[in-house]
């Protein structure tokens, strides 16, 4: 008895000094993020049996049980507040199909949907239509005070149709042409105002009846097969008590080479608008053609989830703190009218961050942070960010309180690199944290590999810097170890042409998570060190977001 009794504090004293000793050095926490686990998790979340994991499907259903479950076996606690770890989202579904007429000349010109144009309308009634409205260019649609530019100047383009280049102007830097201008829209990086939710948002502000940005591949990142992939299906918004009345009508993309028809049947040039558009004097060019579009709506209510759980701060105090991981758990679900495969698997994206989630949950298990950690996975990320959005509306802990958000979309999954690339550069305090942490791993931290696609607009973290709580995003690194120097660079691009957003984005049989478990080792750090530190993250004077955080 006696020595069993003795056994027993044995235990417990080792486990006390374990959990101590865990407390003040997360080695374990580090250990606990493998290349095992986060491919088990992967290949759950990206089989075909999780149909492509779209916003209420059977996928959905399947995917936040996993995610509960996971959760639960961790020994994470429900993160909502009322006991569950599920944040119900309505969500309003609308699947357009519209006629699309562009006529110049009194000649209509020939353009098929959605191959040439594509075009929605996000209020949520069954028909709306504009008809015969002038086309009236307006370069790229940019009100930025900040940077004295207004594309508009003062031209009413109330119930117009216009027609908006992607992206910001790029302005080449008067002392060097062969570079941009740093000191306009970012030089080579990305602005919000390149964004296409800024384009229509400005729309709308400017009463156009419909906004149509031409779509170029290079600056898209991305070719017109994804505009069509993702527009001629059905999309989804936040459910409003006004059904959008006030938006912009029609909201749509043409294609470069619809575009340059519409032009020259117009009597414009391209070539020659787009110079225009560079210069500050660029005033709004009226096109002598109509367009007129006719959108029916299937609309449908859809109620979807975020999936959030919880690790409760060891301070008394600071435990009403917060620091938020994210990750987005939904992708483009099935496709039955496709030939062959018909599942989005979406294994890069995001059942690679999903699962990378679960991975940083359990290694906060392994600590016992001051702060209270959220660990929360978002719906409805490829509709819109609308998931997260919700969450910012909705907050289930007050924004003020919520420290930072460190969002993971898509891990590297081609093996170790020598770098990690920073998104966003010089947003938050919260990146000040990175450097040591990735000195000691033998790396180093370097700006993302391109600025000018504006990923720090388009994931789940930017819905959190639009109110003002500092984010922090990385991407891959693209200097791997023991490979050839464009190793990166050629992995990226292969990916981007032939799986984002595709039927064929799964597990390859090349894929190496080594790299991707270093980099998650590297955000552990970083939030860990937010949950435990002494001075709260902020937005850098450079940032647009600084003026929102209270
Ligand atoms: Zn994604």
Known sequence: MAVRRWMIAGYVLCFVVMRLAAAEHPESSLQSITTNDLLKHIRVLASDEFEGRAPRSPGEEKTIRYLMEQFKALGLKPGNPDGTYLQNVPLAGFTSEPTIIFTAGGKALDVAWPKDCVAWSRRLVPEVSVENTDIVFVGYGIVAPEYDWDDYKGVDVRGKTILMLINDPPIPDPSDPSKLDDRMFKGRGMTYYGRWTYKYEIATAKGAAA???????????????????????????????????????????????????????????????????????????????????????????????????????????????????????????RNPKLPGDQVYNGALDNASGTAALLELAEAFTKVRPKRTVLFLSVTAEEKGLLGAKYY???????????????????????????????????????????????????????????????????????????????????????????????????????????????????????????????????????????????????????????????
């Open 211 to 333: 906004a149509i940005i031409v779509h170029e591949t290079g600056p898209a990142g991305y070719p017109w097969a994804v505009v069509v992939g993702s527009n001629s299906r059905e999309n989804m918004d936040l459910q409003s008590a006004d059904g959008n009345k006030d938006r912009v009508a029609i909201e749509g993309w043409i294609s470069l080479d619809m575009a340059k028809r519409l032009c020259s049947a117009a009597g414009e040039d391209y070539d020659l608008l787009k110079a225009k558009a560079l210069r500050r004097d660029f005033r709004p060019v009226p096109f002598d053609a109509k367009a007129s579009f006719a959108v029916s709506n299937i609309l449908r209510d859809i109620s979807s989830r975020n999936v959030v759980a919880k690790i409760e701060g060891a301070d008394p105090k600071l435990k009403d703190e917060y620091v938020i991981y994210s990750a987005h758990w939904d992708h483009l679900g």
């Open 392 to 550: 910012v509306t909705r907050p289930l802990y007050p924004l003020e309180r919520t420290l930072g958000n460190i969002n993971i979309d898509g891990i590297n999954v081609w093996g170790r690199t020598r770098d990690i690339g920073l998104v966003g550069v010089g947003q938050s305090t919260m990146e000040d944290l990175l450097p040591s942490f990735a000195t000691a791993q033998g790396r180093k931290v370097v700006p993302e590999a391109e600025p000018e696609k504006g990923y720090y607009y388009r994931s789940d973290h930017f819905e959190f810097a639009k109110v003002g709580v500092p984010a922090l995003y990385t991407d891959r690194g693209t200097d791997y170890l023991g490979k050839p120097a464009d190793f990166g660079k050629r992995k990226r691009e292969e990916y981007i042409a032939n799986d984002y957003h595709k039927v064929s984005d799964e597990i390859k049989p090349d894929w190496d998570l080594s790299g991707a478990v270093e980099d998650l080792r590297l955000l552990f750090q970083v939030g860990y060190a937010v949950a435990q530190g002494d001075t709260r993250p902020e937005w850098k004077s450079g940032s647009e977001f600084k003026k929102v955080r209270r």
